[in-house]
């Protein structure tokens, strides 16, 4: 099943690719015209928001590792409800009980905004006459002592996030199966069973646990339980530098069997002011490398069709030009391709701006090895 959901995703990973890359070329042409920069939105944020449930695959699969940074939980749901209160509807009353001195934790910031977001639409789809939704936190230490409840958790000190509704609750038959993979009780094209399964699998991944409480006519309480990350400086997360005016006359050559693809990181790339050479495999890439052609950076798919991979190509195209730099990128994760740590990979799919900021910060930095 990891094999197959790994595959799937790897290709869907592919289209998505080449649908956000072209909605970002085509969302800066589109903001004289309101009524076409808000279509350009809808569109990019629906393919983002398939991006986000290949990388959730992924992580079900144990293909995906997760991106962890030391995290304010509060800061992260505060920017979450804003969201909910719009999209959940006006029958549904949101409400935050965000406890003051919480600690920080090592999360991944996309996986837990994720997490939540699956458990307030099950939350809206439970009331569907309207209710209350109720998203908590606080600090929990957990020891030997604690109430049978608690001794599933190992002893330690734990961030809580409480996310609690007035629904209809579950029976406790239901409750035994929630977190199976595609178990669900909604109608067939109404729910995939992966939504839980997924929030389980991430905070597991993080090291917690996930607790659920629910009656049948009393609602549902989901309590995830975070580590205390011993990092006490939490990361802010600044706006990226403009990733134009640097080395702009440098020459990449991009190596993509997928033509479409190919076309939209070569416009990309051309829009942001740098030489673009193309090759469709790695013996047209080795050709180019072979010539006295001046190239400052490869940029390979890591599957790319012939008898080499992106890394292959990589080592061979260092053995003719050794200060030449390397960008991989894949629809798989680092671990599931077996990129190294000085070589960098970039996720597919991927924004604009994030492969402008690679390709620029690769340029820039000192040539090493693969």
Partial sequence: MGLLTSGVAHDFNNLLS???GNLDLLHER??????AEELVHDALAAALCGADLTRNLLALARRQPLRAECSDVNEVIAALARVLRRSLGEHIIVELSLARGIWPVMIDRAQLESAIT???CNARDAMPRGGRLRIATRNRRIDNNQPAMHRRVEPGHYVVIEVSDTGTGMSQAVAKRIFE?????KGPTDGSGLGLSMVAEFVQQSGGRLEVETELG????????????????????VPAASSHGSKLNATILVVEDNVRLRRTVVRQLVKAGYQVAEADGARAALSILATDRPIDLLFSDFVIAGEMDG?????????LRPALRI????????????AGEQTPLLSKPYRGEELIRTVRAAIEAPAGAI
């Fill in 18 to 20: 080449i649908i956000i």
């Fill in 30 to 35: 589109s903001r004289s015209d309101p009524e």
């Fill in 118 to 120: 699956n458990l307030a």
């Fill in 181 to 185: 993979p595609f178990f669900t009780t």
């Fill in 218 to 237: 009393k609602g549902t309480k989901f309590q995830l339980y975070l580590p205390r990350s011993p990092i006490k400086t939490v990361r802010t997360i």
């Fill in 311 to 319: 890394r292959e190509l990589a080592r061979a195209a260092l053995a």
């Fill in 327 to 338: 960008v991989l990128t894949s629809g798989y994760s680092a671990s599931g391709v077996g």
